[in-house]
């Protein structure tokens, strides 16, 4: 979305994510710029997954090779879809695309306001997964702690650019 405000954003992407069993995520700018992506889940095309609720350690068992955990799917299913659709008083649900690469499972909203990006890193445990999130942030330019409420009691952080970023399980 264009010209929202880091908390904007990081509160849009709690309310999507708190839906979704908290899967980590990001929101990213509509101009293309590089996620600052950690851990967790991203997009999922199919409305199949929505509601179904997998434990984290069957989450930590995606690859490349199989595609995205199923908790990364659920960014993009109907409850997340449901919800933005609410937050944002559409009139229609917004079209989705998804996508699988390098262990990123991102799904985009296309909003009238510019795309909506949340965007998963499946990783192979937690301490993976906490060790990516803990690089991403580091070369983050500008990033700032998310704390309180927003950040859903998980290790949190924000850019300038409007990305909010959450590392949950793996």
């Not at 992407?13 to 991203?42: F, I, K």
């Not at 609410?86 to 990123?104: F, K, M």
């Not at 965007?119 to 990516?132: E, M």
Request: aromatic residues 6%; hydrophobic residues 45%.
């Amino acid at each position: 979305m264009k010209n929202r405000t880091p908390l904007f954003a990081s509160v849009l992407c709690s309310l999507l994510l708190s839906g979704c069993a908290a899967a980590a995520g990001t929101m990213e700018p509509a101009d293309g710029r590089t996620p600052h992506t950690p851990v967790g889940v991203a997009s999922a095309p199919a409305a199949a997954h929505a509601g179904h609720h997998e434990s984290p350690a069957a989450a930590s068992t995606a690859t490349a090779a199989t595609g995205p955990s199923e908790a990364a799917l659920m960014v993009c299913g109907s409850e997340p879809m449901e919800r933005l659709t609410a937050i944002l008083h559409l009139t229609h649900n917004p079209h989705t695309i998804n996508s699988w690469a390098n262990s990123t499972f991102t799904c985009t909203y296309h909003l009238d306001q510019g795309a909506l990006k949340i965007a998963v890193q499946d990783a192979a445990t937690p301490a993976a997964a906490r060790t990516y999130f803990d690089a991403m942030r580091a070369l983050a330019a500008g990033a700032k702690p998310i704390t309180g409420l927003a950040s859903l009691g998980f290790p949190a952080y924000e850019t300038p650019e409007g990305a909010a970023v959450f590392q949950k399980d793996s």
